[in-house]
């Protein structure tokens, strides 16, 4: 029977096809090697048959019905090495009962769809096509490369409810995830230290939180590296004693008036004043409550005027804004700002490093996104390497997450 079927549909090219047969609305094709057999040890030609294995292969589906490769394995005896093996399948993967082409198969239509509805359509089950994925995606971004890093950005994010934490490093230039470990804190990034050694990159700078411990994870491993604090984490940080402030007032104010308009105030307290809402008259309720509580209005203010910051034209006029800022801060007899002012001016090397390296964990914000959409549309994940793995493809997906 002809063999063109095999080598131009199938891309086969070691194999004649020998028959076929079509069982409950399948097709099976029986193949046998059509070269010599080889030793799949040492490659010698000096065996003996042991025997066949017979196995079939699920192959890509023709229309609606599924195909099969069905093939006696020859099991030899190699004179020269003494091994005992089957031959080399050199159109399947080891172990593995489909064959490489349905493996590409399956990944493009992972392309268009979920590995639920992938495995739904192809017949088989959850496990085949997340493993065919899985092995692919460890074959092209199980090692990210890290010698052209030059800047870098490290965060961390909630991988799912009860304080279970995975932190993420991305190349800042490229947007590519290079370092993903559970945990947070300097033992999640006790693996990639190394790793970078190695690659001798010559990293400039790295965009942090204000974490002791990123600091010195930074000092030991990249004291080249200038160290610049993300001003997304020291607003946040701030807006956080904001809110404790806000509750402290709403619990030490007697006016019931007062405490009616503090307590409604938090999430207006939050936002930037350009994205108050002005059908819901967020302005004009803000502007009442900080008229009539003085503290809760230098607060505010000096939030404001923290954000300005990051926008200043050079390095010199940000530290001067910056010891105007300390200076308001620790004028206004509020406890909470003094003490801010002294860890703004404990920091100030880090936060005004951002005008010789303007970089944020703002690339990394837009990624922790990409990721929420990935954990909800696949309900959570249950195998953490893959979720890792689905990690460092993430600059390749788009919006698309695959799962």
Request: net charge positive.
């Amino acid at each position: 029977m002809s063999t063109s079927l095999l080598y131009h549909g199938f891309g086969i090219r070691q194999h004649r096809l020998i028959g076929s047969e079509y069982p409950a609305g399948h097709i099976v094709f029986r193949l046998e090697q059509k070269k010599r057999i080889r030793c799949p040890v040492c490659g010698s030609h000096e065996v003996v048959q042991n025997g066949t294995t017979h196995r079939e292969f699920r192959h890509v589906p023709i229309g609606t019905k599924r195909v099969m490769l069905s093939w006696d394995v020859p099991r030899v005896k190699c004179e020269r090495c003494e091994a005992v093996r089957q031959v080399k399948i050199d159109f399947a993967e080891p172990k593995r009962q489909h064959t490489k082409g349905f493996e590409r198969y399956a990944l493009e239509l992972l392309k268009l769809g979920t590995i639920d509805s992938v495995a739904k359509h192809l017949g088989v089950c959850w496990d085949t096509v997340k493993d065919i994925e899985k092995r692919y995606l460890g074959k092209r971004f199980g090692k990210p490369k890290l010698k052209q890093v030059k800047r870098i950005a490290i965060d961390e994010f909630s991988l799912r409810k009860g304080h279970a934490y995975m932190t993420v490093v991305i190349d800042y230039d490229t947007g590519v995830i290079i370092h993903v470990a559970k945990g947070k804190g300097v033992a999640s990034l006790a693996e990639f230290w190394p790793r970078l050694r190695r690659s001798k990159a010559k990293v400039a700078a790295a965009s942090i939180d204000m974490s002791p411990a990123y600091i010195a994870a930074l000092r030991e491993n990249l004291p080249e590296a200038a160290i610049v604090f993300d001003h997304f984490h020291v607003v946040k940080l701030y807006n956080d004693k904001l809110s404790l402030f806000r509750q402290a007032l709403w619990h030490t104010t007697r006016s019931d008036k007062e405490r009616k308009v503090i307590k409604g105030l938090r999430w207006l307290l939050l936002k930037n004043r350009c994205n108050l809402d002005s059908e819901r008259q967020e302005a004009e309720r803000l502007a009442e409550a900080l008229r009539i509580n003085q503290p809760l209005a230098t607060a505010y203010y000096l939030k404001e005027k923290l954000q300005l910051l990051w926008s200043c034209n050079s390095a010199t006029e940000a530290q001067r804004l910056l010891d105007e800022w300390v200076a308001e801060a620790k004028a206004s007899g509020i406890d909470f700002l003094s003490s801010f002012a002294d860890t703004l001016l404990a920091h100030a090397y880090g936060i005004l490093a951002y005008y010789e390296h303007p970089i944020s964990s703002g690339k990394l914000e837009g990624i922790n996104n990409k990721i929420k959409v990935m954990k909800r549309r696949a309900y959570g994940y249950r195998d953490d390497e893959f979720f890792s793995l689905k990690l460092y493809s993430l600059h390749t997906q788009g919006s698309s997450c695959t799962h």
